[in-house]
């Protein structure tokens, strides 16, 4: 057997406790020697002592104790090092009465047990400490990637521990920092300068020669964020971000994971503070059913419930593809949970009648509707017939199977509305308000805006006009529109259902609206391009039935705050429910002939608020009928 074979056999934990029993005989030999040193013939010092048998085992056990072993050499770090540290101080603990008991001490100065511990810190920690930097080195040699320089923007923990990552992959090279505190100016972390302010990022830049920026400033909200962008855009170079803290603790993201900055940063809000012991009080243990679970805000909303301990759900959508889609996810993530998935229409009364008898549902999220605004504008039979008819139909099985509770997903363009859309989800409001009176299903309405990346919406639009080169369609420069994220605006229904009776219209707090032109333009910036000069925005027009702003009260509803900050409470505007009845069993005739123009008269009925534009179905219908 050859000496290297003998060496390869020997497993790596055998070979490190064998080096640190080396290291400890080294130390306890070098303690004696630098404690006769100074002394005038003092004794000789023998290599192998006769307590040095007691001094490995008792150092020994300490090491294995301390758990000093389960690290890597390869990774070796500061909690290793405190290991070594606690390992030596216990260990001289340990020896003293060990080597007591074998001869009482003779001939074995007290000063050695004092420097012993230090020889042996010493004598553990550099052999991992440089073999951890050889390793490092030698990755980053073996790399054929060249090292970018890159300005690290935010001097906290993120940013010093965003450090230590790229120092360990050795594929981007940290040239300083930039942060507003003022106490760090000067400083150094983990050995890298801290050369200034945020606003001093173009002129740093310049001097550095750097090439991209990255930053690690994940608790920044939205207007700071924006801030830091616009001056990371300001210097034409690339950049990236560390993930946002909620994204890390809910495991969208590791947290060394760099990413581009996504418009969600620049828009989304403050992460949403939630009663989960009410919502987990409300929904734990129960049987739910989503409708439009294959949707948006549906998918999101099941994943929600899912997480909280629900008995079965049970999932309605008309669309194959997305009932197959969030089948195999929720399949995947929640093998445990009983689920069923239902293939069918709402506002088809056997659908509900079998999906209800089958699960028993006890509470029932109710997000199916059509949602697009131009769209609906001549399809009022379809927004009346799914929006307003087939909430009914759910609502009344509901209440036939004894649902607890009944949660209709509703929009802020249910409030004084100008489109088709918007009038049919405030119908949708009144049907189950008349319910709520009329049964003891607690019956609550969540109304919110826009949100981000959803199925249909301006964002996934702006993406792909940007992909083929543009131009960005904007159908005004003044037009603005509420945001919220998906997960946020489901947390906040699902905190909305734990708070109603029965009857409320909750609306979010939807913070500061946003200029869709500004929503484009940062689109374009964070595709690395620049707004008119490489991609140009196209204002035109307002289309049919669309408002420059949006609102989430109406005047009469006499809104006021709840126990949750960012819900609010409107006062109903009731509606006998006979009449409401009467109108919509018209309506159901008026499908039936599909007859828009006598449907389009229900919807200004019932919402006297709704002011028609041109564009909408009538009009459109009667300027056919006198071309023809």
Same mark, same amino acid.
Do not use: F
């Given at each position: 057997?050859?000496?290297?074979?003998?060496?390869?056999?020997?497993?790596?934990?055998?070979?490190?406790?064998?080096?640190?029993?080396v290291m400890v005989w080294l130390a306890w030999y070098l303690a004696n020697v630098l404690r006769y040193t100074f002394v005038p013939n003092g004794p000789d010092v023998d290599v192998f002592a006769a307590e040095l048998p007691v001094v490995l085992g008792a150092q020994a056990l300490v090491l294995w104790w301390t758990g000093l072993y389960r690290g890597l050499w390869r990774f070796a770090s500061m909690p290793d090092i405190w290991n070594i540290v606690r390992a030596a101080a216990l260990g001289s603990l340990a020896i003293a009465p060990a080597v007591f008991l074998l001869n009482r001490l003779d001939g074995i100065p007290r000063a050695v047990l004092f420097i012993y511990p230090m020889l042996l810190i010493l004598f553990l920690a550099s052999p991992r400490l440089l073999y951890r930097r050889w390793k490092d080195g030698r990755y980053g040699a073996a790399s054929r990637l060249p090292v970018r320089r890159v300005l690290v923007l935010g001097g906290g923990s993120a940013g010093e521990a965003l450090i230590r990552e790229l120092r360990r992959e050795n594929l981007l090279r940290p040239v300083g920092i930039l942060d507003d505190n003022r106490k760090l100016r000067g400083a150094r972390i983990q050995g890298v300068p801290v050369l200034g302010a945020l606003d001093r990022l173009s002129e740093i830049a310049r001097e550095v020669a750097a090439e991209m920026l990255l930053i690690a400033m994940p608790s920044l909200n939205n207007q700071q964020m924006q801030r830091v962008v616009a001056l990371c855009e300001s210097t034409e170079l690339p950049f990236r971000t560390v993930p946002r803290l909620r994204d890390v603790i809910e495991g969208r993201s590791a947290f060394n994971q760099l990413k581009e900055v996504a418009i969600d940063d620049l828009l989304g809000r403050d992460?949403?503070?939630?009663?989960?012991?009410?919502?987990?009080?409300?929904?734990?243990? $129960? $049987?739910?059913?989503?409708?439009?679970?294959?949707?948006?805000?549906?998918?999101?909303?099941? $994943?929600?419930?899912a997480r909280l301990g629900i008995e079965s759900l049970c999932v309605i959508d008309s669309c194959e593809y997305n009932l197959y889609r969030i089948e195999r996810e929720l399949h995947a993530e929640f093998p445990d949970l009983i689920l069923d998935v239902v293939l069918g229409d709402c506002g088809d009364a056997a659908v509900c009648e079998h999906a209800l008898s089958r699960c028993r549902p006890q509470v029932v999220f109710h997000a199916a509707a059509y949602k697009h605004v131009p769209m609906l504008q001549e399809q009022v039979r379809e927004a009346v017939r799914n929006n307003v008819l087939a909430t009914r139909t759910l609502a009344l099985a509901a209440i036939q199977h004894g649902v607890e509770s009944f949660v209709l997903i509703s929009s802020d363009k249910a409030v004084n509305p100008t489109?088709?859309?918007?009038?049919?989800?405030?119908?949708?409001?009144?049907?189950?308000?008349?319910?709520? $009176?009329?049964?003891h299903v607690r019956f609550i309405t969540v109304r919110f805006g826009n949100v981000l990346d959803s199925a249909g919406s301006v964002v996934p639009l702006f993406r792909e006009q940007i992909r083929e080169g543009g131009p960005v369609t904007v159908t005004h420069p003044e037009v603005t529109r509420y945001f919220m994220t998906i997960p946020e605006a489901c947390q906040l229904i699902l905190q909305a259902a734990a708070l109603g009776d029965g009857g409320e219209i909750f609306a979010l707090d939807m913070g500061e609206p946003v200029r869709i032109a500004y929503l484009a333009e940062q689109m374009i910036r964070l595709a690395g391009k620049q707004p008119e000069r490489d991609i140009a925005i196209v204002y035109t027009g307002l289309r049919p039935g669309e408002k420059l702003f949006e609102e989430l009260f109406h005047p009469q509803e006499n809104y006021h705050p709840t126990a949750h900050a960012?819900?609010?409470?409107?006062?109903?505007?009731?509606?006998p429910h006979v009449v409401l009845d009467s109108v919509l069993n018209e309506a159901r005739q008026a499908v039936l002939r599909f007859d828009q123009e006598a449907l389009e008269a229900m919807l200004c009925q019932l919402v006297p608020e709704y002011t028609r534009e041109p564009g909408s179905a009538r009009v459109v219908s009667m300027h056919r009928k006198a071309a023809g």
């Open positions: 057997m050859t000496y290297k074979s003998l060496i390869a056999g020997i497993h790596p934990r055998v070979a490190v406790v064998l080096h640190d029993l992460p949403v503070t939630l009663d989960w012991t009410a919502i987990r009080t409300g929904l734990a243990g $129960r $049987r739910v059913l989503v409708s439009g679970g294959g949707g948006s805000i549906g998918s999101e909303l099941c $994943r929600q419930v489109n088709v859309m918007g009038a049919s989800k405030r119908v949708a409001e009144m049907v189950c308000q008349a319910m709520a $009176r009329e049964s960012k819900i609010m409470l409107a006062q109903p505007r009731e509606l």
